[in-house]
């Protein structure tokens, strides 16, 4: 009877007792993704170059009417050496006030490498990019190839822990070539000391991973990008051959010919204009004279880095205290590739050039090649 009793009294549930959830007594072992909130970070500017190798069409992105943008992404993890860490990376540079050029680059972590690496890029060009005409206006696609421009960035880390959204203050440095297509061709896209620097916010994911799991908490490694420096000097070694057909000047009348090699100084003045300083020595087959002059270039197509140029150049050959200096005067046609972002400058020019010896004028033709460092 007694068992009887207290089985009906367990039984019985008072009509006004509180259900309790069984669910919220469960602890949560998995975090899902949770976005913060839009943080209005300060944005940024951008610098630099992007040239149409091919096709030698360029646009500059240091217009005040280009921004640049880059978008974050960090891992987020309540251990110390798995957070904080820069996953991926969105470069866009486009025209503030309408579409003309519009760049992106997207750079990935992969869970297997050190590093981030390109996943995808494009390069649009409309009507109102300067410099391309409506023959190759369109989008510009990098065809997946292993040709691809070098992202550095200011700090592989942001600074605050476990944070879901933070504004980050980072610059990032692309250079080199990318392939794209374009319409049933293909197109290499340069870039020039492209820098986007500034505040832009990161988001961070649970599901980002950096790099293989490590054995040790890593120490962060930074890498300092400055600001790209305009090459507007460049010093080099200059060679040339010099053919004047039966001068006496030369030396005896089968000496038709000499060679010169020195040291040249080039400053770039204005946007298209440069002067210029050579200073070596003139061989013929019976002397050694030492020569100056001075000269001063204007560029026809392209640019002072690499474009078609003429130049003109005025100097003196000292030509022996009993015979007196040699006067020239010349004129050349040249072309001058320099190498970014390592400054190696080449430079190849061909014309002719004028001697005044003893009151008589001679003609003769002029090669130099040279090679150099711009700085």
């Known amino acids: 009877m007694i068992l009887s009793f207290l ?15 069984i669910q919220a007594l469960v602890p949560k072992t998995q975090e899902k993704l949770i976005t913060g909130p839009d ?17 030698r069409l360029s646009v500059d992105l240091s217009s ?12 987020l993890d309540i251990d110390a050496h798995e ?26 972590a992969s869970p297997y490498r050190h590093g981030l690496f390109l996943v995808g890029g494009f390069f649009d060009a409309d009507s109102f990019c300067p410099g391309w005409d409506n023959a190759v206006e369109g989008r510009y696609i990098w065809t997946g190839t292993s040709t691809v421009p070098e992202l550095r960035l200011s700090k592989l880390a942001i600074d605050e822990r476990t944070a879901r959204t933070s504004c980050v203050d980072i610059s990032a440095l692309v250079s080199g070539d990318l392939m794209t297509g374009f319409h049933l061709g293909k197109s290499r896209l340069d870039f020039e000391g492209v820098l986007v620097q500034g505040s832009f916010q990161s988001r961070g994911s649970v599901t980002a991973v950096c790099k293989p799991k490590p054995t ?49 100084f080039l400053k ?31 560029v026809l197509v392209g640019e002072f880095l690499n474009g078609l140029f003429l130049d003109g150049n005025l100097g003196t050959i000292s030509n022996g205290s009993n015979r007196g200096n040699i006067w020239t005067m010349g004129g050349t046609a040249g072309y001058r590739y320099v190498v970014s972002p390592t400054g190696l400058s080449f430079e190849a020019v061909a014309g002719g050039k004028v001697y005044l010896y003893s009151g008589l004028l001679y003609g003769g033709t002029d090669v130099r090649l040279s090679v150099g460092m711009g700085f």
């Open 64 to 75: 005040d009417l280009m921004k640049g943008q880059l978008s974050l992404e960090h891992t």
């Open 83 to 108: 957070d904080r860490c820069i996953t991926g990376v969105t470069i866009n540079v486009k025209n503030a006030k309408h579409d003309g050029c519009h760049l992106e680059l997207r750079y990935q």
């Open 39 to 55: 943080l209005k970070c300060a944005g940024g500017t951008v610098v630099g170059r992007v040239t149409d190798t091919r096709r």
């Open 216 to 264: 040790s908490a890593p120490v962060v490694q930074r890498v300092v990008v400055a600001a790209p420096t305009e090459i507007t000097q460049i010093l080099s070694l200059q060679y040339g051959w010099v053919s004047i057909p039966g001068h006496e000047f030369l030396g005896p009348e089968d000496a038709h010919s000499a060679s010169s090699a020195g040291v040249d």
């Open 268 to 298: 770039k003045v204005g946007n298209q204009a440069a002067f210029g300083l050579t200073a070596g020595k003139f061989t013929t087959q019976y002397s050694d004279e030492l020569l100056f002059s001075a000269h001063v270039q204007g």
């Open 7 to 21: 089985s009906a009294f367990l039984l019985v549930v008072p009509a006004n007792a509180k259900r309790v959830d």
